[in-house]
């Protein structure tokens, strides 16, 4: 599975934004996919999870109600879309799948390259 994440840009806050991430393969629907967020000088974090049939999702505290995570299985895709934006969002963004259609926060094989969020005060 390759993934290829776009979306990132510079955004002032409060404002909001809408990653993509682009899945290659024919089986994308087995597959739970995730948002995970690196600040400089800072871990990963989760930020987003969803099952592979779209149907549950799962979120950080830290972004709950604020972003939104998606997925169209018939364009192999998954989104987040990101509003009221803050600062502290201010990230590399990382989609990721894993084998099991189960969401979750652990466990993911494949990865994309990340797509860099600033937002400024």
């Known amino acids: 599975v390759q993934l290829q994440a776009s979306g990132g840009g510079l955004v002032q806050a409060g404002g909001s934004l809408r990653l993509s991430c682009a899945a290659s393969g024919r089986t994308f629907s087995n597959k739970a996919m995730a948002w995970f967020r690196q600040a400089p000088e800072k871990v990963r974090e989760f930020v987003a999870t969803?099952?592979?049939?779209?149907?549950?999702?799962a979120y950080a505290d830290s972004v709950k109600g604020r972003f939104t995570i998606s997925r169209d299985n018939a364009e192999n895709a998954v989104y987040l879309q990101m509003n009221s934006l803050k600062p502290e969002d201010t990230a590399a963004y990382y989609c990721a799948a894993r084998g099991s259609p189960f969401p979750g926060k652990y466990q993911y094989e494949y990865w994309g390259q990340g797509t860099l969020v600033t937002v400024s005060s």
């Open positions: 969803i099952s592979g049939s779209g149907n549950s999702t």
